[in-house]
Structures are given as structure tokens and as C-alpha cells.
């Protein structure tokens, strides 16, 4: 595996369960994103993780809670989600948080 | 907050035509970097510009970092059926500390062969 990976690719969720998005980065990236897409929206920020710290927190609901273990893996722990947090969910890593981004290609939720 | 302007919001073209999009803000930023976005994958890195001014090339891509840091514009000559997409400007401060990058809304591209 190269660049950086997400699964699931795809998720349909009911507002009371738990899951949990995964992305690992395989280019010794010090630095790990988490985004959101929503249709007719710009690309929204939700998490910055450098050197396996949390350095922004975008002012993101905590029914969104995230989780970087080593600098390679990022997840993202959901639990009783609205539908309005249906979105294409976007992980990004960089070498360090100055640096470009890269992305991997995205968990598309759907909550019920 | 910061935000980014990106236009045209759509382009439908030719296949051969030559395509122009830009981003503008009313805030300064140090770095632009371009994306392009193909349905059910993630943003893919085109171009990165770092320096005010800098002109910079990918194949048929060339993009360039305005004078005042306020802005930026991507050229795509000689467009090709695969050029279909959402572009997206991305402007990054390093004085935010945190790699933040504040995105455009997009530009879809269409071209017809």
C-alpha cells in the first residue's frame, strides 16, 4: 500500500450506533488530518494531529472523537450522529504541519 | 475568518480549449496549493506555490501565486476529456502553527469531446 488509506470506503450508520473511520499513511508523515466534505461546501478542517499531538480542534462536536495511536494511523470515532453529519470524510497527511497536504480517498457516510 | 473566493463556480468547454480559474482572499496567505477532485476519491495535489510571484508549471497545468499573496490562478491549456473534475484553491498561513489550509468552494470542469 502507498500514499494514504481509508476504510471504510463507504458507511451507512443509525443515529445510536458507534462506529469508527480509519486512515493510515504510508510516507512517514509527522502530521495527520482529519476533514469534512458536505455537498455545496468548501473542505471544513475538523482535526490536526502533529508528532501523534492534537493541535487543532476546529470546533468540532463531541459526537466526533479522534484518535491518532503513532504517527501512520488516524481514526475517527463516531457515535449517536445526526443526519446532518452524512458527508464524504477526508483524511490528509503532510510531513509536517507546513507542508502539503495529502489526501486519502475518503469514507462517504451516511447516517439513518 | 479567513475565506477563500473561487471562480468561475462551473466551466462547461471544448476539448483543446485552454481554462482559467482563480482564487482571491482578503486575507494573506504564505502558501497556495491547487487540487483536483474526481468523483469517489480524495483531492489530489496538482501544484504547490510558495513564494509571492512564483510561477510554477505541471505538464499542461501552470499556476502562479499573486504579488500580493491575496491570490492565485490555475491554467489548464489544451484541455482533455480526463481534465474533468473539481479544482479546488487551498491557501495556507504558517504563522496559524497548525497547518491549517482554508479551501475555495471549487470549480467544476466539464469538457465535452
Known amino acids: 500500500e502507498t500514499g494514504v488509506t481509508q476504510t471504510p470506503r463507504h458507511l451507512v450508520m443509525g443515529m445510536t450506533n458507534k462506529k469508527s473511520l480509519k486512515c493510515e499513511q504510508h510516507?512517514?508523515?509527522?502530521?495527520m488530518y482529519w476533514y469534512k466534505q458536505s455537498a455545496k461546501k468548501p473542505l471544513e478542517l475538523m482535526f490536526v494531529?502533529?508528532?501523534?499531538?492534537?493541535?487543532e480542534n476546529n470546533s468540532v462536536p463531541s459526537r466526533f472523537s479522534p484518535e491518532c495511536p503513532n504517527s501512520s494511523h488516524l481514526f475517527l470515532h463516531l457515535h449517536t450522529l445526526q443526519p446532518e453529519d452524512s458527508a464524504l470524510y477526508l483524511c490528509?497527511?503532510?510531513?509536517?504541519?507546513?507542508?502539503?497536504?495529502?489526501f486519502g480517498p475518503g469514507t462517504r457516510l451516511t447516517v439513518l | 475568518g479567513q475565506q477563500l473566493n473561487q471562480s468561475p463556480q462551473s466551466m462547461f468547454i471544448q476539448e483543446g480549449e485552454d481554462v482559467s480559474m482563480n482564487c482571491t482572499s482578503s486575507?494573506?496567505?504564505?502558501?497556495w496549493l491547487w487540487y483536483k477532485q474526481e468523483p469517489g476519491e480524495g483531492p489530489v495535489l496538482l501544484i504547490a506555490?510558495?513564494?509571492?510571484?512564483e510561477l510554477t508549471s505541471n505538464g499542461r497545468l501552470t499556476a502562479q501565486f499573486g504579488i500580493t499573496r491575496k491570490d492565485s490562478f490555475l491554467n489548464i491549456s489544451a484541455s482533455i476529456p480526463s481534465d474533468v473534475g473539481i479544482y479546488f484553491c487551498?491557501?495556507?498561513?504558517?504563522?496559524?502553527?497548525?497547518?491549517?489550509?482554508?479551501f475555495g468552494q471549487g470549480t467544476t470542469l466539464q469538457v465535452k469531446p
Open positions: 490528509a497527511s503532510s510531513q509536517d504541519v507546513w507542508h502539503e497536504q495529502f
Open positions: 510516507l512517514g508523515h509527522n502530521a
Open positions: 494531529y502533529s508528532l501523534e499531538e492534537r493541535v
Open positions: 486575507s494573506i496567505f504564505n502558501t
Open positions: 506555490l510558495y513564494k509571492a510571484g
Open positions: 487551498a491557501g495556507g498561513d504558517e504563522a496559524s502553527n497548525t497547518g491549517k489550509l482554508i
